[in-house]
């Protein structure tokens, strides 16, 4: 276990943190050194927008490949269909994220057996987007 020095918004704060690789001995804890000042009151926050419900992922056999969201974003447009065969290093679909737009590549030649997700569909990291065979 190390241990560090840390001030957050004013309040000194001591860490020890636990080196990857070593024996766990004992719970990181941060303790303050100061007493904590009274905090100010805050607006409440905002209530979050209701998440529309997302179908639940297919289950893919072993022989096929779940191509996954790498990032946050949304579909901006997909580029194959079902059934249509694909080589690896084809673009599959265009995801936008942070105004740029990535493609989505094949891993590996096959077809594709599932789109999971479709033009405009916003999705997070680890979402299935295609499912080849």
Known sequence: ???????????????????????????????????????????????????????????ASADQEVVEAPMPGNIWKVLVKEGQEVKEGDVLLILEAMKMENEILSPKDGVVSKLATSEGSAVNTGDQLVILD
């Open 1 to 59: 276990m190390r241990k560090f020095n840390i001030t957050v918004n004013g309040k000194s704060y001591e860490v020890e943190v636990e080196e990857v690789g070593a024996p766990a001995s004992s719970a990181p804890k941060a303790t303050p050194k100061a007493p904590a000042a009274p905090a100010a009151s805050a607006p409440a926050p905002k209530a979050a927008p209701k998440a529309e419900a997302k179908p639940a992922p297919a289950a």
